[in-house]
């Protein structure tokens, strides 16, 4: 089934954040919803207020956001803080080649100066090479792709709408040409799916050819929505892990057990790998520290 859009207006374009955990206070989303369909998304509830609140098959553009955007970044208030740009919907899904919002956006965070973190599943952000870098150039840019899996078959069916892994590395690999941070995202690691040791060394080493800065790996989360949409998931394609993930996930959390053994595991392949786990902006002024190991 086809994605269908709707226009809507937004009346800001910033979202400040509160977590003390993250590398950034503000969020900017231009779209509501995601054409990737990954069947694993945290962001399914985010769409429970909407008219139309399939996640997947409506997708709204916001019109407005880059005017908004405006207005928030040429306040005199604005500290010129780092914005996460697509942490809830990924800003270059499909509609962005029709849209061409996210250049206009990128113009505006060079015009005042601001850093940014842009993550993606698309190699459309190519399009903008030239933008990020010089926004790059003048401030902190952290240009991270989510890359989970290395078998395409097991890839296709739980982001069908995301562009294969090869051309994300790849991806990344541009843009080590530029002075951008590039931050490979190992989230989510499935249990039987894609938390073999053949598809975590596959990931690491391809990281290591893409010259990332830093790797984060993380664990399936479940909760909500993204919960039962999951399970259902499992139960059409793996009917064989259905019991298995209802038993790892009975109490909502994952299984410690498994997670315990798991990290163990995945210290022993670190160790076979250069790449950092650990994210840090290089202005040591602005620097916050995120490790999910």
């Keep these: ?35 990737h369909k990954c069947e694993y998304c945290f962001a399914l509830y985010t769409q429970d207020y909407m008219p139309d609140n399939d996640f997947f098959d409506t ?16 306040s005199p208030s604005w500290k010129r803080e780092i914005v996460n740009i697509g942490g809830v919907t990924d800003s270059y899904q499909p509609i962005e080649k029709e849209r061409k919002m996210m250049p206009d956006i990128l113009k505006l965070l060079i015009k005042y100066k601001t850093p940014c973190i842009i993550s993606t599943k698309s190699d459309l952000i190519l399009r903008d090479f030239d933008l990020i870098a010089e926004l790059a ?25 995301g562009v294969p892994s090869l051309r994300r590395f790849q991806m990344l690999k541009e843009f080590a040409k530029t ?30 050819d893409a010259k990332v800065s830093y790797a984060l790996p993380g664990l399936l989360g479940l909760r909500g929505r993204t919960r039962r949409s999951f399970f259902d998931f499992i139960r059409l394609e793996y009917p064989r892990l259905d019991p298995i993930f209802r038993d790892l996930y009975r109490e909502g959390r994952l299984d410690q057990e498994y997670r315990t053994a798991f990290y163990k595991r995945l210290a022993k392949i670190k160790k076979a790998h250069t790449l950092s786990h650990n994210y840090m902006p290089p202005k040591k002024d602005e620097g916050v520290q995120l490790s999910l190991f």
Excluded at 139 to 159: F, G, L, P, Q, W
Aim: charged residues 25%; proline residues 4%.
């Design 1 to 35: 089934m086809s994605s269908h859009f709707r226009e809507i207006t937004c009346k800001q374009a910033l979202n400040k954040l509160h977590s003390r955990r993250l590398p950034y206070s503000w969020d900017l989303n231009i779209y509501r919803g995601c054409a």
């Design 59 to 74: 997708i709204y553009i916001k019109t407005n956001v880059v005017e908004q955007l405006e207005k928030q970044l040429a």
């Design 137 to 161: 150039s003048i401030t902190y840019v952290n240009v991270a792709a989510t890359i989970t899996c290395m078998d395409e078959s097991v890839r296709r069916k739980i982001e069908p709408g």
């Design 179 to 208: 002075d951008a941070s590039r931050g490979l995202h190992m989230m989510p690691i499935i249990p039987y799916l894609t938390d073999s040791d053949e598809n975590l060394n596959a990931l690491y080493s391809h990281g290591e």
